[in-house]
Antibody
Framework: EVQMVESGGGLVQPGGSLRLSCVAS????????MNWVRQAPGKGLEWISY????????YYADSVKGRFTISRDNANNSLYLQMNSLRVEDTAIYYC???????????WGQGTLVTVSS | QSALTQPASVSGSPGQSITISCTGT?????????VSWYQQHPGKAPKLIIY???NRPSGVSNRFSGSRSGNTASLTISGLQAEDEADYYC????????FGGGTKVTVL
């Protein structure tokens, strides 16, 4: 069974940093492109970052470019999101999502909540 | 920057069919098979229900179908059931990936 479990969320002050993790199981992680998608409380979905299967290509939404860094460790079936210079508007549930190869996301984690507040 | 416009809400009675539209401001929706749809129940992660405009993943009910006309993609739910009450999001690639604002489906 495909499973992805995010962790690392929590309460952080504006300007602070957090590192999110997503541990995958039940599939060959190194063969799949991965993404982070977030959802602010009561709001819609927002794609924020993509990484290729080997980690050689990364893309970011304009809202996080220069502040967030996506990475992966294929040996440990893990995806990461380093978030720096956090803002109040970064408050959201952060989901990791597996790319099915057709520009859609067929499996999602349960999400981890990041709250940026003073 | 691309935007995808969805109606904020759609409702229907059990057994009816409803359609949710998703209109793109660029030609990506019309020119590429890169539209997907997601269902999200309250407190749950999104679930892929349509990919590449018209395709259903394995295990998704055939009551869900996708289509496209020009720069507008649509999701139709046939034989509406209580369990279909959820938020629905379209998504398209246009340089990067964009979601529509979401549509809340209410089963009357």
């Amino acid at each position: 069974e495909v499973q992805m479990v995010e962790s690392g969320g929590g309460l952080v002050q504006p300007g602070g940093s957090l590192r999110l993790s997503c541990v995958a199981s039940g599939f060959t992680f190194r063969s799949y492109e991965m993404n982070w998608v977030r959802q602010a409380p009561g709001k819609g979905l927002e794609w924020i970052s993509y990484i290729s299967s080997r980690g050689s290509s990364m893309y970011y939404a304009d809202s996080v470019k220069g502040r967030f860094t996506i990475s992966r460790d294929n040996a440990n079936n893990s995806l990461y999101l380093q978030m720096n210079s956090l803002r109040v508007e970064d408050t959201a549930i952060y989901y990791c999502a597996r790319d099915d190869g057709g520009n859609s996301w067929d499996h999602w984690g349960q999400g981890t909540l990041v709250t940026v507040s003073s | 920057q691309s935007a995808l416009t969805q109606p904020a809400s759609v409702s229907g009675s059990p057994g009816q069919s409803i359609t949710i539209s998703c209109t793109g401001t660029t030609s990506y929706v019309g020119n590429y098979n890169l539209v997907s749809w997601y269902q999200q129940h309250p407190g749950k992660a999104p679930k892929l229900i349509i990919y590449e405009v018209t395709n259903r993943p394995s295990g998704v009910s055939n009551r869900f179908s996708g289509s496209r006309s020009g720069n507008t993609a649509s999701l139709t739910i046939s034989g509406l059931q209580a369990e279909d009450e959820a938020d629905y999001y379209c998504c398209s690639y246009a340089g990067t990936w964009f979601f529509g604002g979401g549509t809340k489906v209410t089963v009357l």
